[in-house]
Structure formats: structure tokens, C-alpha cells
């Protein structure tokens, strides 16, 4: 989980697939959450450590706003790059372009896409390109906030080595 907001942390749609043995991993700050509901281990990251679980090695960064309100940097919210058999998976959580997330080093990127709460799909765009991952998921969009169109949008500026799969 990269933060507690309703559409990253829903406790009633983990209740569908959780299993005995699921480790819940989160940012520290959600830990007590996550203990309320649930029985599992729950490894508590921080930004800027690495951790090993079985065999995914995983580093955690700090996942934020720069300019608006509702994800705050000193809420220690994440975003993690995992390494899952020699290929690495970045899965930002909701942030708008930083510092953490324009060093990234991954194969596999998803990002959010859908301005107001993140990037807009220009920004995101631009910061692929930087990033140059092998692959571009984007994420956050044509639900909560920005229409569907915005996937093709991104999808346009993104550059033609990079391979875009659109989701939604």
C-alpha cells in the first residue's frame, strides 16, 4: 500500500482476496491502520530503505505532492520499485513530479496519470521519457479523476521505444 486514501487502502476489497498468509506491506504511518483490520504481518517501510520479503527485493520511496494539499510529504506516504526476477517494477502511488521519482532507475514504470490529486498526463509523459522504463502503465484516471481519453493523450507523448499498455 503506498497510502491510506479510500482508492489505495479498501479494506472491504482486500477482504475479498486476502489470505492467511498475505504480508501487508505499508508506510509506517498507516501500520495501526492496517493492524485494526487485519490479522497478517505487516512490514511498516520508510522512504529511502530497502527491504527483502522472500524473493522480492523492493525499494521504498517517498511519494508526494509538490504543489498541492492532498498527498503531503510529511506523511511519509510511498512508492515502491520492486525486483521481481531481474526485472524491476515501479509502482508510484499518488505524486506529482519529484526529485525521488525523476532518479528512478526501472523497467516496468506506473504512474498516475489524472492531474488534480497528481501529475497531469503531460507531466507524466515528460517524466517517462526521463525515466525511459522498457514499459508505462498509467495509472489514476478515468474514474476517480480525468476522463478516459487521458491514457491515448499520455500515450501520445510518450517515446516510441517505450512501450505503452493502456488499462483502462
Request: hydrophobic share 40%; with cysteine; proline share 5%.
Amino acid at each position: 500500500m503506498t497510502h491510506p486514501h479510500w482508492d489505495h487502502f479498501s479494506v472491504e476489497d482486500i477482504q475479498k482476496i486476502v489470505a492467511p498468509d498475505t504480508i501487508f506491506v505499508c508506510p509506517v504511518t498507516m501500520a495501526k491502520d492496517v493492524k485494526k483490520h487485519f490479522k497478517n504481518e505487516i512490514v511498516p517501510v520508510e522512504p529511502n530503505k530497502s527491504y527483502h520479503l522472500d524473493d522480492v527485493a523492493f525499494e521504498v520511496f517517498a511519494s508526494y505532492n509538490t504543489n498541492k494539499k492532498f498527498h503531503p510529504k510529511q506523511n511519509g506516504w510511498v512508492g515502491f520499485n520492486m525486483t521481481i526476477e531481474n526485472t524491476k517494477i515501479a509502482i508510484t502511488g499518488d505524486t506529482d513530479v519529484t526529485e525521488e521519482l525523476l532518479n528512478l532507475k526501472t523497467d516496468i514504470l506506473l504512474l498516475p496519470i489524472g492531474g488534480t490529486y497528481t501529475m497531469t498526463f503531460d507531466e507524466a509523459a515528460s517524466v517517462t521519457n526521463i525515466i525511459k522504463p522498457k514499459k508505462v502503465i498509467p495509472i489514476h484516471y478515468g474514474k476517480v479523476i480525468g476522463d478516459k481519453s487521458l491514457g491515448e493523450k499520455f500515450k501520445q507523448l510518450v517515446n516510441d521505444n517505450i512501450v505503452c499498455e493502456l488499462k483502462i
